[in-house]
């Protein structure tokens, strides 16, 4: 074991914390990591208190942020970054974590591994600096009215204007509703970007994108050759698919405010074909037949109706306790959702390391896990099941289920692309690189003044570098779709596919990286190969 000095005196005392701070470690029971070293008890023992410590605090910050979502005052979560800086990520503790790690093996490298890596997040998500200007950034979105009409309403309704109002001159308003924003927030969120990419570069890294990918086990080249493919591949599928839907809506060529509506509104079925009640009980009748227990699928699930996200699984503690905000509704969309979510606190509740470290995953395979789920909701076999509905209805339904996920993949595209390039080439013109790709990956001819658009989108503020993983998860979903059916012939009723949820994706929780997890539960490596079939065979 490699010595290190001993911090002395006692760095830790709650005299360092606010009063919110210091009652929120009494609460917890925070424990003082310096009390004994490493040297005194083992590094086994003293890492327990830490990974203790980090436990405790992302149990209560957790359930704080799902109390806030309810409406209830959850207190200054600045507290919680405070604890956190003094009990976990103290850079005494990462020094001794640091000059331990290579004599370490097995589960307790790794444990301490996925701590350094949460260590290195939080030395930019907290450092003062970028508090400084994230917060005031996310206020003001928090406070953000637009205008429709004679309404001022809040971003959350501004999009449902969008996705779901039957006036397109609402829908085109809505949309340019966030100009303003965009405009207002443009020059701070660069400053943030470069504030970050310092911080990243301080660490060794080429910038923020580079410390992202390299810790989320993503390879860059990897990635963007993902992205050429899936833009090459679907480009005619697309164009087809807005020529249709042009025709649908009676106008000559779509606009960004038309394809949410488009794709979720003016569906060939009527949204009560998916009746919002009934998504629990279809939940359950999925779950048996993979061979869960009734007990798995009693998990909260609360109703919020002023809930913008339509969803949200909270992993208060994973392998414990878990909850779901919905906003029900009916139609696919809700389905979509309510599966998506559930597949989230399936994978959350069932996560079996008894390690916070290793029971919380990289957000990549998260949204895989529940992209899974969630691709029920467009599977013809599925659907026939669980709805009467025609041959020719469910055709229809499958063709547009398709379009969703064009829709979807190729706003991703976007989305990736400019966020990645919006920290990689700080010197382009954001707002043309962003009509560019609005073009080039949407088919949309706008005008320059809607350049802005990218700055009043709150995701750039507070989860950057975020977007890919939800193209991920959807090639994710897809090959292990692929393997299944391949291997058994069918995903419904088969007590074979519950086991392999379990014993190849939740069970070993990050024991291993996502990208080993997947290709030894695949038999290959992650590609796009089976999104693609997908995409022809609907």
Same mark, same amino acid.
């Given at each position: 074991?490699?010595p290190?000095?001993?911090?002395?005196?006692?760095?830790?005392?709650?005299?360092?914390?606010t009063?919110?701070?210091?009652?929120?470690?009494?609460?917890?029971g925070?424990?003082?990591?310096?009390?004994?070293?490493?040297?005194?008890?083992g590094?086994?023992?003293?890492?327990?208190?830490i990974?203790?410590?980090?436990?405790?605090?992302?149990?209560?910050?957790?359930?704080?942020?799902?109390?806030?979502?309810?409406g209830?005052?959850a207190?200054?979560?600045?507290?919680?970054?405070?604890?956190?800086?003094?009990?976990?990520?103290?850079?005494?503790?990462?020094?001794h974590?640091?000059?331990?790690?290579?004599?370490?093996?097995?589960?307790?490298?790794?444990?301490?591994e996925?701590?350094l890596?949460?260590?290195?997040?939080?030395?930019?998500?907290?450092?003062?600096?970028?508090?400084?200007?994230?917060?005031?950034?996310?206020?003001?979105?928090?406070?953000?009215r637009?205008?429709?009409?004679?309404k001022?309403?809040?971003s959350?309704q501004?999009?449902?204007v969008?996705?779901?109002d039957?006036d397109?001159?609402?829908r085109?308003?809505?949309w340019?509703?966030?100009?303003?924003?965009?405009?207002?927030s443009?020059?701070?969120?660069?400053?943030?970007?470069?504030?970050?990419?310092?911080l990243?570069?301080?660490?060794?890294?080429?910038d923020?994108?580079?410390?992202?990918?390299?810790?989320?086990n993503i390879?860059?080249?990897?990635?963007?050759?993902?992205?050429?493919?899936?833009?090459?591949?679907t480009?005619?599928?697309?164009?087809?698919m807005? &020529?249709? +839907?042009? @025709?649908?809506? %009676?106008?000559e060529?779509?606009?960004?405010?038309?394809v /949410?509506?488009?794709? !979720?509104?003016?569906?060939?079925?009527?949204?009560?074909?998916?009746?919002?009640?009934?998504?629990?009980?279809?939940? &359950?009748? +999925?779950? @048996?037949?993979? %061979?869960?227990?009734?007990?798995?699928?009693?998990?909260? /699930?609360m109703r919020? !109706?002023?809930?913008?996200?339509?969803?949200l699984?909270?992993g208060i503690?994973?392998?414990k306790?878990?909850?779901?905000?919905?906003?029900?509704?009916?139609?696919?969309?809700?389905?979509?959702?309510?599966?998506?979510?559930?597949?989230?606190?399936?994978?959350?509740?069932?996560?079996?390391?008894?390690s916070?470290l290793?029971?919380?995953?990289?957000m990549a395979?998260?949204?895989?896990m529940?992209?899974?789920?969630?691709?029920?909701?467009?599977?013809p076999?599925?659907?026939?099941?669980?709805?009467?509905?025609?041959?020719?209805?469910?055709?229809?339904y499958?063709?547009?289920?398709?379009?969703a996920?064009?829709?979807?993949?190729?706003?991703?595209?976007?989305?990736?692309?400019?966020e990645?390039?919006?920290?990689?080439?700080?010197?382009?013109?954001?707002?043309?690189?962003?009509?560019?790709?609005?073009?080039?990956c949407?088919?949309?001819?706008?005008?320059?003044s809607?350049?802005?658009?990218?700055?009043?989108?709150?995701?750039?503020?507070?989860?950057?570098?975020?977007w890919?993983?939800?193209?991920?998860?959807?090639?994710?979903?897809?090959?292990?779709?692929?393997y299944?059916?391949?291997?058994?012939?069918?995903?419904?009723?088969?007590?074979r596919?519950?086991?392999?949820?379990?014993?190849?994706?939740?069970?070993?929780?990050?024991?291993?990286s996502?990208?080993?997890?997947?290709?030894e539960a695949?038999?290959?490596?992650?590609?796009?190969d089976?999104?693609?079939?997908?995409?022809?065979a609907?």
């Open positions: 074991m490699t290190v000095q001993r911090f002395d005196p006692l760095a830790l005392t709650l005299d360092t914390l009063q919110a701070a210091q009652e929120e470690a009494v609460k917890l925070l424990r003082n990591p310096f009390k004994e070293l490493p040297s005194e008890i590094f086994a023992a003293w890492f327990a208190v990974e203790e410590n980090f436990r405790a605090l992302q149990v209560a910050e957790c359930r704080a942020v799902f109390d806030r979502y309810q209830e005052d207190g200054d979560l600045d507290r919680f970054r405070e604890c956190y800086l003094v009990y976990c990520h103290d850079e005494m503790v990462e020094r974590c640091r000059a331990n790690l290579d004599d370490l093996t097995g589960l307790l490298h790794r444990r301490v996925l701590f890596e949460q260590v290195l997040q939080f030395r930019i998500a907290g450092d003062p600096a970028i508090a400084e200007h994230q917060t005031p950034l996310e206020e003001r979105f928090i406070k953000f637009g205008t429709v009409g004679d001022q309403l809040s959350g501004l999009n449902q969008i996705k779901r039957a397109r001159g609402a085109q308003q809505a340019e509703a966030f100009l303003p924003m965009g405009e207002e443009r020059e701070a969120i660069i400053h943030l970007v470069e504030q970050r990419n310092r990243a570069r301080n660490l060794g890294y080429r923020f994108v580079d410390l992202r990918w390299k810790h989320s390879n860059e080249e990897w990635l963007l050759g993902v992205l050429d493919t899936i833009e090459r591949e480009a005619a599928p697309y164009a087809a807005c &020529e249709d +839907l042009a @025709r649908m809506l %009676g106008v060529r779509l606009q960004p405010w038309d /949410a509506y488009a794709v !979720d509104v003016v569906s060939p079925l009527p949204p009560e074909t998916f009746d919002q009640t009934g998504a629990q009980t279809r939940m &359950e009748k +999925l779950l @048996r037949g993979w %061979g869960f227990p009734a007990s798995a699928t009693q998990i909260p /699930a919020c !109706d002023s809930f913008s996200m339509g969803g699984c909270f503690e994973p392998g306790d878990v909850a779901i905000l919905f906003a029900p509704a009916d139609g696919p969309r809700f389905y979509r959702t309510f599966f998506h979510e559930f597949g989230h606190a399936m994978h959350f509740r069932n996560a079996g390391m008894n916070i290793l029971n919380v995953e990289d395979f998260n949204e895989g529940a992209v899974f789920y969630e691709s029920f909701v467009s599977d076999l599925w659907v026939r099941a669980n709805f009467d509905m025609s041959a020719d209805d469910l055709d229809a499958s063709k547009h289920a398709r379009y996920a064009l829709a979807w993949m190729r706003t991703l595209l976007v989305n990736v692309r400019f990645h390039a919006l920290y990689v080439n700080q010197d382009m013109d954001q707002d043309a690189f962003f009509l560019q790709l609005q073009k080039s949407g088919g949309f001819d706008l005008p320059a809607a350049g802005m658009r990218w700055a009043a989108d709150q995701m750039t503020v507070s989860l950057p570098i975020n890919h993983n939800y193209v991920i998860a959807e090639l994710i979903a897809r090959q292990t779709r692929e299944l059916l391949a291997r058994d012939g069918t995903l419904l009723d088969n007590p596919v519950g086991e392999f949820l379990m014993n190849q994706f939740y069970l070993p929780g990050a024991g291993k996502w990208p080993v997890k997947i290709e695949t038999g290959k490596i992650l590609d796009a089976a999104f693609f079939r997908y995409l022809r609907v």
